[in-house]
């Protein structure tokens, strides 16, 4: 592990703890990394390869919740749907209930049929395939649909966007629907905690009636809200108003459709759900795309709203509990095995539809027995009547008229078929019983307080580092400034640059390329691992010549090796590597820089992994500020605040020319200041020097005297050359050259030098 200063960190971190306010926390990308990880845990059963992004931001004013285009999860975390909840605790339940929505979009919603379905509606055809028109009122709905969509391309970009809607409506209950049913932890219980939110902010029946009249709202923005109510919780907040309300009585008409959308695993079925509600709801949706189209116009004239699509998705909007409808261009995940049947919500939705069942008979009227006989008549008789569909049937099975008992016989041709019964009661149940557990609430999560106690202790040991960093960026440039490079390099700028913070970025790219890498370094520090471990541990060394101490158990050798010493614990490394990475132009070709980069990350792992203090610096220059500048880059230190280094080596590229001798005495001088008894420095160059005023003859001096100098230090030189250009390294660096004509070769020698000056 790197050598961390943990003292300044924790002195660091208790201060930015308690300085961190909720936007900090709830736009942070640590608490969008541990939803991501969540999901990442969370949807391993459906083999999902894909890594769901997650961005979290932080604006009140922004009426936005939550969406996802299938890959990314944004979430609006400054919405006053979290703000409004007091306690961090709380407002996390929210925001993590706002991810399990999305997260339940992304694994079940059908996006490529969405969008399928758009297309077809472009060419005035449904998808997946016309509805199933049962009355003349639906058949009329439907042509005076499409008639009025080609009227106008104003009228089939409403429609795009209600039809959108409607099928968000839908999918919302039903995605909700399956992640209870199938993530009954962390999401679960989120999801659960928003839904109540949700659910209590719903306007009743009777407040919605208030506000078409006091707000000039539409009556189909009070229906599509009580189709949200049912779709999402099963049930209908009445209020005051009866179930005969008409906006009600709309939306029992539709519960066959809204649940059968509910309850299907295909979303093209879902789909064919949303036409039939398109056409049914017609003459609600045309009166209120017209007031859309008049409330554009005033808009215009006022200098608001300057489209159709913009005053319709602020009309939308403002249906409490519905999300952004989001796009996408996938298929749900396949279905995996264990997951639950049950409906969260079949016990509302089967009271909602009981509800539904009395307001029919409410709106009949009771029929004289006249009446009745009447329509038995018409219908084609009374019972048992000759002319009944029971009376042809038996005809039609027995061969005459049908039994007086009313039971159906078996025609001669059927054998081994079981008569119908007539049925005159229900015998009681022999053994066992089924009950309901009124009194069952949802396992709740108690484990949000340690996940927000994590997240801040993370956030405030990132914040931390960072600033220490910065003040060690400082701390660099202070100390480049104080070195004397020599007259070669006066008005010279000397700049160190380094990272502050790792970008999540450089995290995937490592992880991307380090196991190959990682395993080279590990095989190369086999040999060496048990003997550092007992030169820092101490013990007892045998089998010498001479000594102080007789080893009793070695007294009958015959070579006279029978004396051994106590070593004592060495805690201090006896070597100390400095590796500067040539970050030339030149360094591009024959994906030079890869191979270095390749050998950096080796290298730092292998000294890391032994525990021996390494630093990794890149150079090149620039013109900054009006001057000649040399850029030095920072990727290892000896020691962090962090445990990032590794990630920064990835920005190691090549760059604009090479001033080496700038460079290589400041990471001289680095490594000169070291307590350890082997102080050994690794460049690796394409090229001799190449800069503006820094070339040929001088700039070779230039070199030998800092090599010169910094090995009379204690600071031992090798030149690893790698580029055409290594009969010029080799005059500038004589014995400390070394060759490396196979690039694939790079990792393996220079760790070889290191273990050669490795004390044991």
Not at 483 to 506: F, K, Q, T, W
Request: a negative charge; aromatic letters at 8%; glycine letters at 8%.
């Amino acid at each position: 592990m790197a050598r961390v200063n943990h003292k300044l960190v924790r002195q660091r971190l208790n201060e930015k703890r308690s300085k961190i306010t909720d936007k900090q926390f709830f736009s942070s990308r640590m608490l969008a990394g541990h939803f991501e990880d969540m999901a990442a845990a969370q949807t391993r059963r459906y083999h999902y390869n894909r890594r769901v992004r997650v961005n979290l931001y932080w604006k009140p004013k922004d009426s936005f919740t939550a969406a996802t285009d299938n890959m990314h999860i944004r979430i609006n975390t400054g919405n006053p749907l979290v703000t409004k909840v007091k306690g961090r605790e709380n407002r996390y339940q929210i925001v993590c209930g706002m991810f399990a929505h999305e997260l339940g979009h992304v694994l079940y919603t059908d996006f490529l049929s969405s969008q399928t379905y758009h297309n077809y509606l472009e060419r005035y055809r449904w998808y997946p395939q016309s509805p199933d028109l049962k009355t003349t009122a639906d058949a009329r709905n439907e042509k005076a649909f499409w008639d009025y969509v080609k009227e106008d391309p104003k009228n089939m970009e409403m429609v795009h966007y209600i039809s959108a809607h409607i099928s968000n409506i839908i999918e919302d209950g039903y995605v909700e629907n399956r992640i209870l049913s199938n993530f009954p932890g962390t999401l679960g219980y989120g999801l659960e905690t928003l839904r109540e939110r949700h659910f209590n902010e719903i306007s009743t029946v009777t407040e919605l009636i208030e506000k078409e009249e006091d707000d000039g709202r539409h009556i189909f923005e009070s229906i599509m809200q009580i189709m949200l109510s049912y779709a999402k919780f099963g049930t209908i907040k009445y209020g005051d108003e009866p179930v005969t309300d008409e906006r009600v009585q709309v939306v029992f008409g539709l519960i066959n459709e809204i649940d059968a959308g509910l309850m299907t695993r295909s979303g093209k079925e879902r789909l064919n759900v949303i036409n039939l509600i398109m056409v049914r709801c017609w003459d609600y949706i045309q009166d209120f795309c017209e007031l859309c189209k008049k409330r554009q116009e005033e808009a215009e004239a006022a200098g608001g709203a300057s489209s159709i699509a913009e005053t319709l998705s602020e009309v939308l909007q403002s249906i409490a509990g519905g999300s952004t409808a989001g796009s996408g261009n996938s298929t749900p995940v396949p279905e995996a095995s264990g997951g639950s049947e049950e409906s969260a919500t079949a016990s509302a939705r089967e009271q909602t539809r009981a509800e539904a069942a009395g307001s029919e008979e409410e709106n009949e009227s009771p029929q004289t027995d006249t009446e009745d006989e009447e329509n038995q008549s018409e219908s084609g008789g009374a019972a048992g009547d000759s002319g009944s569909a029971g009376g042809s049937a038996g005809e039609a099975m027995a061969g005459g008229s049908a039994p007086e008992s009313g039971k159906q016989e078996v025609s001669a041709g059927e054998t081994g078929r079981i008569p119908q019964k007539q049925t005159e009661s229900v015998s009681n149940p022999i053994g066992g019983s089924t009950t309901r557990n009124d009194e069952y609430q949802r396992e709740q999560y108690e484990h949000a307080a340690a996940d927000i106690d994590r997240i801040l202790d993370k956030m405030a040991e990132s914040a931390a580092c960072q600033e220490l960093e910065g003040e060690r960026i400082q701390e660099l440039n202070d100390a480049a400034q104080s070195i004397s490079y020599g007259n070669i390099h006066e008005g010279v700028y000397i700049r160190v640059n380094r990272i502050a913070s790792v970008d999540p970025e450089l995290v995937e790219q490592y992880d991307e390329v380090c196991n190959p890498l990682v395993a080279i370094s590990r095989q190369l520090q086999k040999s060496l691992i048990k003997q550092l471990k007992e030169n820092r541990r101490g013990g007892k060394q045998t089998g010498l010549i001479m000594g102080r101490r007789l080893d009793a158990h070695a007294i009958c050798r015959n070579d006279g090796k029978v004396f051994y010493k106590n070593n004592l614990p060495n805690e201090i490394p006896e070597l100390a590597v400095g590796l500067l990475l040539d970050e030339s132009g030149s360094m591009s070709s024959c994906d030079r820089c890869t191979y270095a980069r390749a050998a950096a990350i080796i290298l730092h792992d292998f000294c890391e992994s032994l525990e021996i203090p390494v630093m990794v610096y890149g150079h090149s220059t620039d013109y900054y500020d009006g001057h000649d500048s040399v850029e030095l880059f920072s990727y290892a230190e000896f020691e962090g605040f962090d445990n990032d280094d590794k990630y920064r080596l990835m920005d190691i590229s090549a760059r604009g020319s090479n001033r080496d001798g700038a460079a290589l005495r400041y990471v001289a001088e680095c490594l000169a200041k070291r307590p350890e008894a082997v102080k050994l420095l690794i460049l690796v160059s394409d090229g001799q020097p190449a800069d503006t005023g820094y070339y040929g003859t001088a700039a070779e001096e230039d070199l030998r005297g800092i090599k010169q100098e910094y090995q009379r230090k204690g600071v031992i030189f090798v030149a690893a050359a790698i580029g055409s250009d290594k009969q010029n390294i080799e005059r500038i660096y004589g014995d400390s050259f070394l060759d490396i004509t196979d690039l694939n070769q790079l990792p393996t020698k220079l760790t070889g030098v290191v273990k050669r000056h490795i004390r044991v």
